[in-house]
């Protein structure tokens, strides 16, 4: 568990770095001059590239993790890495946080050592191969009704409410990444993997998710959304987990690790306004 454990926790740190790699490299982009050579573009982007490599990292570490510990814990640390982005970016940045953000990283920590306590370590139940094939297929209703709310049209009423489910719909795409994640079984060759539809579920919901958020970022103030997307998330992950996955909580520690979720969370939404960096 102690490695699994780690690794959920470099991930959520290679997460938090990215994100203040890549806030830097389009700040760098955008006061480049219309005229810019595309060496200009390379010098000054190159850190956007980056910042994708490692959030690669952070997904291969995450994914590790969860095929050994719960949904519910592994999508708390990672969604933590909103407080390893508020950490750098006043240390490289020389940001500052108010008092209230500080206060949400010390309930961070308590949150997340309490949820660490409670997790009961092992692997999910085995999804049949019908199983498998419906959560891909569901990845096409889903951006169906995301894409219905990007082109429909309406006053500023109209537009937020379409940015509010587009950023659960982001969270539930993120969430979906996680429980297939967690299903994904072992394999004897690599060519498994590409064969297992639980693996193109991740590739699927990911890139949703990506695109969505970014659609709902659009519509919405970033605390607005990020904190609508970091709740659905964590939470309905962990659901699915604890109800369908076999994810188990130690016994008799089921008020421990409520409070320890609630409290992660609420440090989250009260961070959330670092997860897109101004540089």
């Known amino acids: 568990m102690f490695f699994a454990l780690t690794g959920a926790v470099a991930a ?18 955008s006061g480049l001059p219309a005229e810019a050579t595309i060496a200009s573009k390379v010098r000054s982007g190159y850190l956007y590239g980056i910042g994708l490599l490692i959030d690669g990292l952070g997904f291969v570490l995450s994914a590790a993790a969860l095929h050994l510990l719960p949904l519910f814990l592994v999508e708390s640390i990672v969604a933590s890495s909103v407080a390893v982005t508020a950490v750098l970016a006043v240390i490289f940045l020389g940001q500052k946080l108010r008092r209230a953000e500080t206060a949400a990283l010390g309930v961070l920590v308590i949150g997340l050592i309490g949820l660490g306590l409670t997790a009961k ?22 951006a169906g009704l995301a894409a219905g709310l990007v082109v429909k049209r309406g006053g500023e009423r109209a537009r937020r409410a379409s940015g509010i489910a587009l950023a659960a719909i982001a969270g539930l795409g993120f969430g979906m990444v996680g429980v297939a994640a967690r299903l994904i079984p072992d394999h004897a060759a690599w060519t498994g993997y590409l064969a297992d539809p639980l693996v193109w579920a991740v590739v699927g919901y990911g890139a949703l998710a990506v695109v969505v958020y970014g659609f709902a970022l659009d519509r919405l103030p970033t605390t607005t959304a990020a904190s609508l997307c970091f709740s659905v998330e964590t939470v309905f992950p962990s659901a699915v987990g604890l109800l369908l996955l076999g994810d188990e909580i130690r016994n008799g520690l089921w008020p421990l690790a409520a409070a320890g979720l609630v409290l992660t969370l609420g440090a989250c939404i009260a961070l959330s306004a670092r997860s897109e960096v101004e540089v």
């Open 121 to 142: 370590d092992g692997p999910a139940v085995h999804a049949s191969g019908t199983v498998s094939w419906a959560i891909l297929a569901t990845t096409i209703p889903l």
């Open 12 to 29: 959520a740190v290679c997460y938090g770095i990215a994100t203040v790699l890549e806030a830097v490299a389009v700040s760098r982009l």
